[in-house]
């Protein structure tokens, strides 16, 4: 019953709030594209739930084929970010698509952050657990490091710190 209330919430507030932000997503995709003619989608292979495969989307706020870099964090200062990158991350318009996710059952509003595969083959098997479950737009981390850019912003490397 759990399982059915949290999947028809999800359903309920992912389909109303796409409406409600449907003029964010005619206009920040096309101030994406006019600045580079690219693309303004960043699409990107995550883990979802029992180990699935599925393309999580996001506006993207980096300049084109920035994740070929192999540098997956970011720091606020990274020179990848463009500047109408900043200003969509900080009020995290660049999550809006991921309502697109949840609206295909890839996704849920809450729970754990979808991984890359290279990430999730190492967990542990605790962390495997995670795995059992859908992934969310935002789960506990994403509070607690909800300004990762400024908490990465002096690291030479991000990925290792």
């Known amino acids: 019953m759990r399982l059915v209330s949290k999947t028809l919430f999800d359903l309920f507030l992912s389909s109303t709030l796409f409406i ?3 003029p964010l997503l005619i206009i920040f995709p096309f101030l994406i594209w006019y600045q580079d003619r690219s693309n303004p989608f960043y699409i990107a292979n995550r883990v979802g739930k029992n180990g699935r495969l599925f393309k999580m989307i996001k506006l993207r706020t980096m300049i084109f084929n920035a994740d070929k870099t192999g540098i997956d ?3 606020i200062n990274d020179n990848r970010i463009t500047k109408l990158g ?3 991350r900080r009020y995290k318009i ?3 698509p991921g309502l697109i996710n949840i609206l295909k059952g890839e996704m849920s509003f809450v729970g754990p952050r ?3 595969k290279r990430e999730t083959d190492l967990y542990t098997n605790e962390e495997k ?4 479950m ?8 994403s509070i607690v490091f909800s300004d990762e850019g400024e908490i ?3 690291s030479e490397n991000p990925d290792l710190d």
């Open 20 to 22: 409600l932000f449907l």
């Open 73 to 75: 964090s970011t720091a």
């Open 86 to 88: 900043h200003f969509i």
């Open 94 to 96: 660049d999550e809006i």
């Open 114 to 116: 979808p991984n890359v």
């Open 129 to 132: 657990i995670l795995l059992n």
């Open 134 to 141: 859908k992934p969310g737009i935002t789960d506990f981390s």
């Open 152 to 154: 990465l912003k002096n």
